[in-house]
C-alpha cells in the first residue's frame, strides 16, 4: 500500500508569490494535518483536517490556508510568502484521534 | 501550554552500544507519545506509538517508556548500528495536534 504522498518534492519561489502544497493521505485514513519545520527545530502544526472540516489550527497568520477535498486529499495554500516561510513542510495521516500519524516525504520549500 | 524537551540534543557512540534517549513534557494530560525517526531532509518514519493507558512498547532493538506523571519517556535503542544514524523526535498529542521536541541526533560509527 502507499503510504503518504506530497507534492511537489522541491519547490523556489520569490517573496510575495502564493504557493500550493498537496497531500494524498494514505487509503482510508480521513484526518490529514500539516507541520512545518526549519532547520534543526521540530516541526510546528499548522492545521488538522477531519472529514473535510477544519478541527484546529496551529499558530499561525492568516496567509496560510488549506482545505480537503471530497477524497480526504489535501492543500496547503501560503499567499505573500516570506522569507522566514522557507521550511519543510509535512503531511500527515490517520485514521482519526489519538492513533497513530504517519508522515509523508515532506516539501522543501524555499523563498528567496 | 504544552512543552516537549529533548536530551540529549547530540549523541555520538561507537557501533554496539546500548542508548537511552530522553524525552520530558510538562503536562501530563496527553492522549499518546510518539517516537520518530528523521533522516537528513526526509520525513518522519514512526517508530513507536504509546498510549496514555500504556507503560511501553517494544520494536525489535527498540523499546519506548513513558510515565505520565513525571512527565517522562525515554527511547532505549539496544545494540547499536550505523544505520541507526538519524535525528530522533518525540511528540506528544494533545487535543488536536502532535507536539514535538526538537530531537536527538544520534551518529553510530563503525
Known amino acids: 500500500d502507499a503510504g503518504v504522498t506530497q507534492s511537489p518534492t522541491h519547490l523556489i519561489k520569490t517573496r510575495g508569490q502564493h504557493v500550493t502544497l498537496r497531500c494524498s493521505p494514505i487509503?482510508?485514513?480521513?484526518?490529514v494535518s500539516w507541520y512545518q519545520q526549519v532547520l534543526g527545530q521540530g516541526p510546528q502544526f499548522i492545521f488538522q483536517?477531519?472529514?473535510?472540516?477544519?478541527?484546529g489550527r496551529g499558530n499561525f497568520p492568516d496567509r496560510f490556508s488549506a482545505r480537503q477535498f471530497p477524497n480526504y486529499s489535501s492543500e496547503l495554500n501560503v499567499n505573500a510568502l516570506l522569507l522566514g516561510d522557507s521550511a519543510l513542510y509535512l503531511c500527515?495521516?490517520?485514521?482519526?484521534?489519538?492513533?497513530?500519524?504517519?508522515f509523508g516525504p515532506g516539501t522543501r520549500l524555499t523563498v528567496t | 501550554k504544552q512543552e516537549v524537551t529533548q536530551i540529549p540534543a547530540a549523541l555520538s557512540v561507537p557501533e554496539g552500544e546500548n542508548l537511552v534517549l530522553n524525552c520530558s513534557f510538562t503536562?501530563?494530560?496527553?492522549?499518546?507519545l510518539q517516537w520518530f525517526r528523521q533522516d537528513p531532509g526526509k520525513g518522519l518514519t514512526s517508530l513507536l506509538l504509546?498510549?496514555?493507558?500504556?507503560r511501553e512498547q517494544t520494536s525489535g532493538r527498540l523499546n519506548a517508556s513513558l510515565d505520565k506523571s513525571s512527565g517522562r519517556s525515554t527511547l532505549y535503542i539496544a545494540a547499536s548500528q550505523p544505520g541507526d544514524s538519524a535525528t530522533y523526535l518525540c511528540?506528544?498529542?494533545?487535543?488536536?495536534?502532535?507536539?514535538f521536541g526538537t530531537g536527538t541526533r544520534l551518529q553510530v560509527f563503525p
Open positions: 511528540a506528544v498529542s494533545g487535543t488536536d495536534k502532535l507536539i
Open positions: 503536562d501530563s494530560a496527553i492522549y499518546n
Open positions: 487509503s482510508g485514513h480521513k484526518s
Open positions: 504509546i498510549q496514555s493507558s500504556q
Open positions: 483536517y477531519y472529514e473535510k472540516e477544519e478541527r
Open positions: 500527515a495521516s490517520s485514521g482519526g484521534w489519538g492513533v497513530e500519524q504517519y
